[in-house]
């Protein structure tokens, strides 16, 4: 069987009529780590978008292979079943879903089994203070009145407690302080030590990848990816800038 968990083949795709990714190719195999960069509007969010089914966005043509079965066609949701997590550059308020109760019906509508209250709680709790967070936020309605850097944890708690296949993290880092980067890093570092799961982690920043470790780096330009590299291509780009590729 093959390791390659997600395949992307010659995909080009547009919203409102405009064309923003162009031709793209990439495999990320169980267990890596992939990085994509690139200055604003190169359309790096619209790749993570696209992945996970937001139907904003058209596929104008070619193929997403999950585990070797296409993807294009199905709901977000469906892809959330099988797998696929996105965490978000601004998070949604959810007004009378606390977190907790987001969270656990996430991982109940994902296996379709019930949930152990004891396990579940223990796993949060443990969670919460592995990111630094306070536990009176699980009871707190979703994101309603969080910090920035709040939202940001409460996506990868929900990383952590979902343990998806693959997880594409969009811009988390942005607009954190230090403090909370270095809090968010440990959460990625953490998925990073489960068997099979794999990143693509979208930025623009290297301040969350100082800690982790990357197999690949893509550098995105006009939607297209212009550079593939190892992880010494994003201490390059830190240093240079995307000026060379544009």
Known sequence: MSDILLSINNLSASVDGEMILNDINLNIKKGETHV?????????STLGNV???NPVYKVESGSISFEGEELIGESADKRANRGLFMSFQNPLEVPGLSLES?????IR??????IRVLKFNKELSETMELLGMDPAYAERDLNVGFSGGEKKKAEILQLLMLNPKLAILDETDSGLDVDAVKNVSKG???YQKREDG???IITHSTKILESLNVDYTHVIVKG???KTGDASLVGEINENGFEAYL
């Open 51 to 53: 992945l996970m089914g």
């Open 102 to 106: 987001f969270i656990r019906n996430a």
């Open 109 to 114: 509508q994902n296996t379709g089994k019930a």
């Open 36 to 44: 994509l960069m690139g200055p604003n509007g190169a359309g790096k």
């Open 198 to 200: 794999a990143l693509l």
């Open 224 to 226: 297209r990816i212009v």
């Open 188 to 190: 990625i570092e953490e």
